[in-house]
């Protein structure tokens, strides 16, 4: 199983960037994946989820509005795209998996079980 994460970079704020989460080892259809960021000196959040099967999504407040996320089951990849980025978008973003049918939407973060090595957004100018 392998989570592959890329797409960061240093954006201009006001800019844009997608995320790309390749999954290999595993189908879509049966996990949930998730985007989660964690800035210099603060906990790991969760950003954005989306349930390929049937696209159930899910954005954290300050992801609606300028986040999409989208997942390709041929590709067996979920992206997610990022607009208006801020400053404080800044942060190393993760993506993971979660078994579909737990208890919750999103599911916690202790069900999700792995993770990709995570890709660096910096937005400055």
């Known amino acids: 199983v392998q989570l592959q994460a890329s797409g960061g970079g240093l954006v201009q704020p006001g800019g844009s960037l997608t995320l790309s989460c390749a999954a290999s080892g595993f189908t879509l259809d049966y996990y949930a994946i998730g985007w989660f960021r964690q800035a210099p000196g603060k906990e790991r959040k969760g950003i954005s989820g989306i349930n390929i099967k049937d696209g159930t999504t899910y954005y954290a407040d300050d992801a609606k509005g300028r986040f999409t996320i989208s997942g390709d089951n041929a590709k067996n990849t979920v992206y997610l795209q990022m607009n208006s980025l801020k400053p404080e978008d800044t942060a190393v973003y993760y993506c993971?998996?979660?078994?579909?049918?737990?208890?919750?939407?999103?599911?916690?973060?202790?069900?999700?079980?792995?993770w990709g090595q995570g890709t660096q957004v910096t937005v400055s100018s």
């Open positions: 993971a998996r979660a078994l579909l049918g737990g208890s919750s939407w999103p599911p916690r973060l202790y069900e999700y079980d792995y």
